[in-house]
Structure formats: C-alpha cells, structure tokens
C-alpha cells in the first residue's frame, strides 16, 4: 500500500521558513517524480514544485519560484519543500504527490493527506 504522508507544516509569522517533508512507503522511491501542491480555502488547487526521480529537473510555480526550494533524498524516500520569505498568501493545505511518469504531464499517482500551512502577518 503506498503512503505519502506530509510533515513540518504549522504557522509562522511572515518573512519565515518552513520545511515541509513527505515520506514514500510502499512504492520504489527513486522511479518517482515528486511533487508539491496547494490548496488554500475557496481555492484551486495551485502547481507549487516539482522534481525528477534523478533530482536533476525542478520545476516551480510562479509564486514560489526564488522562495521555495524542492528537493529529494532516495535513500531516506523523502521530499522536500523548503519554503522561505513566507508571505500570508502562502497560506493553504500542502500536498506531496508522486508521478511514474518521464514527461510532465500534470497527472500524479499519488497523492498525501496534506498539512497545513499558516502564514500571520
């Protein structure tokens, strides 16, 4: 049974970091892409990064791009979403998500419960 299970959200007051994790189980870890969404409420849910099996193509949205940084480690099964200079907007339910796939499609296999995220002024 595969598992993706979203850690290290919480509220922190604006211009602070967060780093969120997401541990893989029940899947080989390194044949999957990873990625992050979010989802604030009354919102769609929005694109915030992505990362090869390889760790070698990353992909971010445009509101996080130059503040948050994913990564991966295939030894341990775990990704990363390190997330600095946090603005209130930021502000929503994080979800990891894993994708088999090469090429980006926007489709994942999937999904974590999430973890909240809350930004204060």
């Known amino acids: 049974q595969v598992q993706l299970v979203e850690s290290g959200g919480g509220l922190v007051q604006a211009g602070g970091s967060l780093r969120l994790s997401c541990a893989a189980s029940?899947?080989?870890?390194?044949?999957?892409?990873m990625g992050w969404f979010r989802q604030a409420p009354g919102k769609e849910r929005e694109f915030v990064a992505r990362?090869?099996?390889?760790?070698?193509?990353?992909y971010y949205g445009v509101s996080v791009k130059g503040r948050f940084t994913i990564s991966r480690d295939n030894a341990k099964n775990i990704a990363y979403l390190q997330m600095n200079s946090l603005k209130p907007e930021d502000t929503a339910v994080y979800y990891c998500a894993a994708d088999h796939r090469v090429l980006v499609t926007g489709e994942y296999d999937y999904w974590g419960q999430g973890t909240q995220v809350t930004v204060s002024l």
């Open positions: 990362i090869s099996w390889k760790g070698d193509m990353l």
């Open positions: 029940g899947l080989t870890f390194r044949n999957y892409a």
